[in-house]
């Protein structure tokens, strides 16, 4: 159905970007970048009231520059901060502590001044240095990915992220960052396989991976995606999408092309007044006149028959579908004893839907297992499937899940009673 990128379901369309929207990201880790540095005008650096910090002295030569930058970065004077903070450099023999003082505060006023490349670097040396808290680690790594993302370095913004992940495994938004980078960047491999391995996916991350799958060809990856988000996201064009595809899967039944017509209605999906027409004469060929009444009123109800220039027609129809029940009433008991006789098991089953749909549910659900039992039927994951729908529609739900889950035919019966199942169980 949608054989070109230009004719995906709308609802895929912001996947097809190449560059998802990343500005959020920037924005927010500027000012995380300063949060986590604890510098700001009214406070500098944490421990520089004076030229000492953790116990440790700091040389003249390195405090007073020092002190002297923050003073300026705290003036929004970021860039004269940076070329003071390189008298800091000329100075040989630092410490380890002196080092990281140095390198935290240039971090924050490179951050300020947009030196991506000074910011890094001193970032880089502020994570190795061994002296953040635990609290401080991660905030700092969640800032060095976004100064790598902004400069599009995207490798070293991915070894970033996967270390504010090991820092925190439970930190999902730099897994999602990952993502995005690797998808942005075209490596749609790298990006599937981590969301292939997250433990759980969000509406926006099945549709990246389901985009993913469709650019890589992978037509049984991407109905499976589907899958997934037509039962945990339910919408009206996931689920077209989906039965568009198991009706073009090879094997498909043709005979099944009322059970697909079924689950369409009960999805919302039918709108068209030939699809109404199609599915109700549909159950009028498989002996269910009840059912194709219903169908009728429905159409009818939304204003999809009734009107135009076939409205004579629709008509015709509902007259005939209303001839035929009756016909049906009074025939059913001789076409049961016949059916018995023959023990023709589909004969049977069909009729026995047909009393379910007619709302004589016991009557309907007992013949439909014995035609079970009789074991003749042409095709058995059918009439297992048609048993799974009659106790759904007699409310049966749990009995009606058991044997949904027990057809296993690879003719699109299996596919159909598993996309019940998860219609039935969708949440509301």
């Known amino acids: 159905m949608y054989n070109n990128r230009q004719d995906h379901p709308a609802y895929f369309r912001f996947l097809m970007k190449e560059n998802p929207p ?3 990201f920037r924005l927010a880790h500027l000012g995380l970048v300063m949060a986590a540095i604890g510098f700001t005008a009214a406070a500098p650096i944490a421990g520089f009231s004076s030229v000492a910090y953790a116990a440790e ?3 003249a030569e390195i405090g007073k520059p020092l002190q002297e930058a923050q003073k300026l970065a705290a003036a929004g004077k970021n860039k004269e901060a940076l ?3 390189k008298e800091t450099d000329a100075v040989g023999g630092k410490t380890a502590n002196e080092t990281y003082l140095i390198e935290r505060t240039r971090a924050s006023a490179a951050v300020a001044a947009g030196d991506n490349d000074a910011a890094a670097k001193a970032f880089e040396s502020v994570l190795n240095s061994g002296k953040l808290s635990p609290a401080e680690s991660p905030k700092f790594a969640e800032a060095l990915a976004g100064i790598y993302y902004r400069a599009k370095d995207y490798p070293k913004a991915i070894n970033a992220f996967q270390r504010v992940l090991k820092e925190n495994p439970g930190n999902t938004q730099a897994q999602e960052y ?12 790298e990006a599937a396989k981590e969301l292939q391995n997250a433990k759980s996916l969000n509406e926006n991350q099945l549709g990246m991976l389901a ?4 650019k890589q060809n992978d037509k049984a990856g991407y109905v499976q995606t589907l899958e997934k988000m037509a039962a945990s996201y339910p919408k009206a064009q996931t ?3 989906l039965l568009q595809r198991v009706q073009t899967k090879p094997g498909f039944s043709s005979t099944l092309s009322l059970d697909l017509l079924r689950l369409r209605l009960q999805l919302g999906l039918l709108s068209k007044p030939n699809e109404y027409m199609e599915m109700s004469q549909l159950a009028l060929q498989a002996g269910n006149p009840a059912e194709a009444i219903k169908i009728i009123d429905q159409g009818y109800k939304k204003g999809a028959l009734g009107t135009g220039s076939d409205a004579a027609r629709h008509q015709r129809l509902k007259d005939l579908a209303a001839k035929t029940q009756t016909e049906f009433d009074a025939k059913q008991a001789a076409a049961e004893a016949e059916a018995v006789k023959a023990k023709d098991a589909d004969a049977l089953a069909n009729m ?3 009393l379910v749909s007619s709302g004589k549910a016991d009557k309907g659900l007992a013949l439909i297992d014995q035609a079970i039992k009789l ?10 499937l048609h048993q799974g729908l009659a106790q759904n529609i007699a409310g049966k739900k749990a009995a009606a899940l058991a044997t949904l889950k027990s057809v296993k035919g690879t003719d699109g019966t299996g596919d159909l009673a598993r996309y019940w199942v998860m219609n039935i169980n969708r949440p509301l």
Request: aromatic share 12%; no cysteine; hydrophobic share 40%.
């Open 178 to 189: 990952i993502v995005q980078i690797y998808y942005t960047s075209g490596k749609y491999a």
């Open 352 to 354: 026995g839907y047909a």
């Open 22 to 24: 990343m500005s959020k």
């Open 211 to 214: 985009n993913i799958q469709l």
């Open 239 to 241: 689920w077209a999408d």
């Open 57 to 59: 002295t700091v040389r």
């Open 375 to 384: 074991g003749t039927a042409k095709n058995p994951d059918a009439v297992k």
């Open 83 to 85: 070329a003071k903070l």
